[in-house]
């Protein structure tokens, strides 16, 4: 994958992105970048954990195998690293794996500031496979069963690293599109123009929905972080370019931090493209 080599200085702040891979991710963080961010891109994990045959060739290689290995990633990395854009393996269906995103993120740029869960359901609905028993189990552990995993990896170290004075951000980002029911009643939003997401993709829509809200309820009170709702129709403009949308949220995140945290305890969905109350917002401000 060619990484887009991005200088900025006095960069501060590291987020952590999940939902869309490196590969097709890599518009959204650019806008992110633009801001002045370090930017952790999750990117196909092909090694499952949890998969005999990878746990077999694993036994055969030597301690000398596994050590180049191992030093070969770490420097792959750091000269990813010093681009202020890297990626690092992810596995969905894997708790193991979400601890281990969140360890690296922090390793190789000594901490983790802010995390986003971006659900697209737009590009989820066109990477959706026919009906099946297969496609049902890849659907609940994409789709639903790995952002539960991060999320609560990703708040547990935010509880251990920081504070009232310098909480952690949490965004639940969903850009929402046109589902199977949508189209039986609106038959004119089937024009080939959109994918149309499955009711497996839809089912983990509401599913992303909920588990954000629930969590924004349950950790409300918690000054060590601070939880953003955001939502979009992909049909819009604001929501419609991911690299405007990284460089609108970068910004929304400056603006909301710069007003005392106004926005802290706002547990309402915020659509893309909204100024924060009583900032001065501009989508392409850069520090």
Do not use: H
Not at 7 to 24: E, H, P, Q, R, W
Not at 53 to 60: A, F, G, V
Not at 261 to 267: I, P, S
């Amino acid at each position: 994958m060619e990484i887009t080599v991005l200088y900025f200085s006095g960069m501060s702040k590291t987020i952590l992105v999940a939902g869309k891979n490196s590969n097709d991710g890599e518009k959204f963080s650019d806008g992110l970048a633009f801001t002045s961010r370090k930017v952790v891109m999750t990117e196909r994990e092909d090694n499952y954990i949890d998969s005999d045959e990878d746990d077999l060739s694993l036994k055969k290689k030597t301690i000398a195998e596994r050590k180049a290995e191992v030093e070969a990633f770490e420097e792959e990395k750091k000269l990813q690293s010093q681009t202020g854009i890297c990626t690092f393996p992810w596995n969905p269906s894997s708790a193991l794996s979400a601890r281990n995103l969140v360890l690296q993120t922090e390793n190789f740029f000594e901490k983790m500031d802010e995390a986003v869960l971006y659900f697209d359901e737009e590009y989820f609905a066109s990477n959706a496979q026919p009906f099946e028993p297969e496609e049902i189990a890849r659907s609940c552990d994409e789709l639903i069963l790995g952002f539960q995993y991060l999320t609560s990896e990703i708040i547990n170290r935010f509880e251990r690293k920081n504070n009232s004075s310098e909480p952690g951000s949490l965004v639940f980002l969903i850009k929402e599109g046109p589902c199977a029911l949508d189209a039986l009643k609106s038959p004119a939003v089937k024009n080939g123009s959109v994918p149309i997401a499955s009711p497996l993709v839809a089912a983990a829509a509401a599913a992303f929905t909920s588990f954000a809200e629930n969590i924004c309820a349950v950790y409300s009170k918690e000054d060590f972080l601070n939880i953003y709702l955001v939502r979009g129709d992909s049909t819009f403009d604001e929501a419609r370019k991911d690299d405007t949308i990284g460089k609108w949220l970068g910004n929304y995140l400056d603006a909301a931090e710069s007003s005392n945290g106004k926005q802290k305890k706002n547990f309402q969905w915020i659509k893309i493209g909204a100024k924060p109350s009583g900032s001065g917002f501009s989508l392409f401000r850069k520090k």
